[in-house]
C-alpha cells in the first residue's frame, strides 16, 4: 500500500471486529482499548496501533479500538490508561520516551514506568536520523562539524521542549561534534522552519524525515540506529561517523497499567506476536521505518531499563543532572 493511502486510511476512527477468533478462552469479555496519546493519523505511534489492531482483535476474540487522546507529549494518554482497571481492557501504545521523560523530568514523576505499567512488549523499534537544512551546504556530520565551528553559537536545532529526547540528542551531538549550537523549542511541528533553513539541523525519527530526504528537501548525515537502513543505505550510522555512544533505537512499547494479572499480559504479548508476524502489518509498517518487533515481556522491560539509562545518561551530558 503507498504511504499516503495508508495515512489516509488511518486517519479515521477504528473499532475492529473479532472474526476468526481463536476457539481458546480470552480474558477480554468486552472491547480492548489501545491509547495513543496523538491524533488520527498523526505519526508513528498511531499508525502502528492502527496496522496491530485487526489481528490482535481476532486473537483476543474482542474488537480492539484505538483512542485517540492528544496532549501533553503523550502524558494525557498515558495517565489516562495507567489509571484505569488492570484488567487488559485498556493498553497504552507509546514511545519509550513518554514515559521515561516524565519519570526522569519531573521533580515529582506523573509516571513509574514499572510501577504504573506492565510492559507487555516492544512492538516496534523506530529508527531516528540527524537530518540538516540543504541551505547548509553540508553533507557529512563532519562538514556539519566544520561549519558549526567556524559559525559559532550561530546554528540552530529544534526540539519539542527542554529535556525531550528532541532536545538531549541536538544539544549532544553539538557537543560530541565539538561545536555550540542554539536551541529552539518549538510547542508545535517545526518542519517547514527546517525546510526552509531556519532551523539548521535536527534529531528526530526517520519516518517523520525520509519523504523530505527523498525528495531532495533535506540532507540525511547519519542514522543513530546500529546498522544502515534498507530505505536509505547510502546514509551512514552514527557510529561509522564516529560516535558510537549515540546509537539507539527508539522502542516503541505496548503498556497495560501496573498490577495487571501475569495470565492476561501473557495473552496480550500473545496477541502482539501474532500481529507482529503478520506479512501486510511488517510491510506497512517497514514503509514507515518501523521494524516490527513483538518478543517477550521481559525483554521489553530489559529495553525499557536501558533506555531510562541512556535518555539518563544524555541528561547529565546536556543538563547536568541525573536521576
Given amino acids: 500500500m503507498e504511504r499516503r493511502g495508508f495515512l489516509r486510511g488511518a486517519a479515521a476512527p477504528i473499532v475492529l471486529g473479532a472474526a476468526g477468533a481463536r476457539a481458546q478462552a480470552s480474558y477480554a469479555t468486552r472491547p480492548v482499548r489501545i491509547v495513543v496519546g496523538v491524533a488520527p493519523g498523526v505519526g508513528t505511534i498511531d499508525l502502528t496501533a492502527r496496522a496491530v489492531a485487526e489481528p490482535m482483535a481476532e486473537a483476543l476474540g474482542q474488537p480492539v479500538v484505538v483512542e485517540n487522546r492528544p496532549g501533553a507529549g ?12 488492570a484488567d487488559g481492557h485498556t493498553l497504552f501504545l507509546g514511545g519509550a520516551d513518554t514515559v521515561v521523560h516524565a519519570f526522569l523530568l519531573a521533580d515529582r514523576p506523573p509516571l513509574d ?6 510492559p507487555v512488549s516492544r512492538a516496534t523499534r523506530d529508527n531516528w536520523m540527524v537530518a540538516a537544512a540543504p541551505s547548509l551546504g553540508v553533507d557529512t556530520l563532519a562538514g556539519l562539524a566544520s561549519l558549526g565551528k567556524q559559525r559559532a553559537g550561530e546554528l540552530t536545532y529544534a526540539s519539542f521542549g527542554v529535556g525531550t529526547l528532541f532536545h538531549l540528542l541536538g544539544a549532544r551531538l553539538a557537543q560530541r561534534l565539538g561545536f555550540e549550537a542554539l536551541h529552539v523549542p518549538y ?8 525546510l526552509s533553513g531556519r532551523v539548521s539541523f535536527v534529531a528526530q525519527p526517520t519516518a517523520l524525515l525520509m519523504p523530505h530526504v527523498q525528495a531532495g528537501r533535506l540532507k540525511a548525515l547519519a542514522v543513530f540506529s546500529p546498522g544502515r537502513l534498507p530505505q536509505m543505505p547510502e546514509v551512514p550510522t552514527i557510529a561509522e561517523a564516529g ?9 516503541i512499547i505496548l503498556w497495560a497499567p501496573g498490577g495487571t494479572p501475569a495470565p492476561v499480559v501473557s495473552q496480550v504479548n500473545a496477541a502482539y506476536d501474532r500481529a507482529a508476524k503478520n506479512a501486510a502489518v511488517r510491510s506497512r509498517l517497514a514503509d514507515l521505518s518501523l521494524d516490527t518487533m513483538g518478543g517477550t515481556t521481559a525483554e521489553a522491560a530489559e529495553y525499557t531499563r536501558w533506555f531510562i539509562s541512556f535518555v539518563d545518561d544524555l541528561r547529565a551530558k546536556v543538563l547536568g543532572a541525573a536521576r
Fill in 74 to 85: 503523550g502524558i494525557i494518554a498515558a495517565e489516562a490508561a495507567a489509571r484505569s482497571p
Fill in 113 to 118: 514506568p514499572f510501577k504504573d505499567f506492565t
Fill in 187 to 194: 510547542r508545535g511541528d517545526f518542519t517547514s522552519d527546517l
Fill in 243 to 251: 560516535f558510537p555512544d549515540l546509537t539507539f533505537n527508539m522502542g
